[in-house]
C-alpha cells in the first residue's frame, strides 16, 4: 500500500513545477499515519512505501522521516518499509543508519541525481554537486553494502554541452545504478527554466539514447546477480493472463512465477 505523507517543495528546481503548483512543503500528522498503516495492516497490506514530492524532509513535531520509520516498523504485521521520492540535501546520519539498522527498511532507494555535471545542477537550481552526490552513495553503501539506488536523469538540459554530457555517464559508471528513468528535457509553463534557450532535439535525442543504453546495461546486469539467488518476494497480483503470479524482491526487481 502506498501511503501519502508529505507534500510539496520548497527546493524550486528550476526545470520543476512542483512548488507552484503543490505549494510549501507539508508534513501530515505522524499519529495519523500511524493509524492508517495498522488500518491497512489489519486488512492484508505487508509492505508500505511512503510517498512524498521530497518525502526525506518529512518533519512532524520533531518526528523525522527515520522516527517514522521506526514507529511503523513496531508493526508486527507489516514486513516490508520503503519511501520515494527524496532529496540528496535532505539526509542525516539518523535516516542513512536506519538502512543498516532496520531490516524492514529494503535496501533499495530511489536518489535523483538529474545530472552528472556541476554547472547543469547549479543552472537546475540543485544545490548539490556531483561530489556531495557521490559522497551521499558511499554513506550509504558504507552503512549497507548491499543496498541498491535507482535515479532520475534528465537529458539536453539549457546549457548541456558534450562535456556536461559525458560528466552525466562518467557519474553514472561510477555508481552503477539497479534502475533509472531517463527523460529529454521539456519546458514546464510556470518554471524558470522555460526562458532558456533548448537544444535540438536531434542532439538531445542521441544523447538520450547513448545515455539509455548505458543505464539499461546496468540494469541488466544487476538482474543476472539475481540468477541462482534466493529472493524475499513480495507477490503482489497475477498477470493479465493470469497464468503467472507477479512480484517484486526486496531491490524492486519484477519477479514472475
Do not use: W
Not at 508529505?6 to 520543476?16: A, H, L, R
Not at 535525442?205 to 543505464?215: A, D, H, S, V, Y
Amino acid at each position: 500500500s502506498f501511503i501519502t505523507i508529505q507534500e510539496g517543495c520548497d527546493k524550486f528546481c528550476k526545470f520543476c513545477v512542483v512548488p507552484y503548483t503543490r505549494g510549501p512543503e507539508f508534513s501530515r500528522n505522524h499519529k495519523k499515519i500511524i493509524d492508517e498503516v495498522k488500518s491497512l495492516a489489519d486488512k492484508g497490506t505487508k509492505e508500505i512505501i511512503l510517498l512524498g514530492q521530497n518525502v526525506s524532509s518529512y518533519n512532524d513535531n520533531n518526528i523525522s522521516l527515520a522516527k517514522l520509520i521506526k514507529k511503523i516498523s513496531k508493526i508486527d504485521d507489516i514486513k516490508r518499509i520503503r519511501f520515494t521520492t527524496s532529496h540528496p540535501n535532505d539526509f542525516d546520519d539518523e535516516l542513512i543508519s536506519l538502512f543498516e539498522e532496520e531490516p524492514k527498511l529494503m535496501p533499495q532507494l530511489h536518489l535523483p541525481v538529474q545530472s552528472g555535471s556541476d554547472k547543469i545542477l547549479k543552472l537546475m537550481n540543485r544545490n548539490h554537486t556531483c561530489h556531495d552526490y557521490l559522497n551521499l552513495i558511499d554513506r550509504f553503501r558504507n552503512k549497507r553494502s548491499d543496498i541498491q539506488f535507482s535515479s532520475d536523469f534528465i537529458v539536453g538540459y539549457p546549457g548541456e554541452t558534450n562535456s556536461d554530457h559525458q560528466d552525466t555517464i562518467n557519474l553514472i559508471k561510477k555508481v552503477g545504478f539497479s534502475l533509472s528513468y531517463s527523460f529529454i528535457y521539456s519546458q514546464r509553463p510556470g518554471t524558470p527554466s522555460t526562458n532558456f534557450n533548448e537544444i535540438s532535439k536531434e542532439i538531445t535525442k542521441k544523447r538520450l539514447e547513448q545515455l539509455q543504453t548505458i543505464l539499461f546495461q546496468q540494469q541488466l546486469e544487476f538482474n543476472n546477480l539475481m540468477v541462482n539467488k534466493e529472493n524475499n518476494v513480495l507477490f503482489e497480483n497475477k498477470t493479465q493472463d493470469k497464468e503467472q503470479f507477479f512480484g517484486r524482491n526486496q531491490y524492486m526487481v519484477p519477479v514472475f512465477v
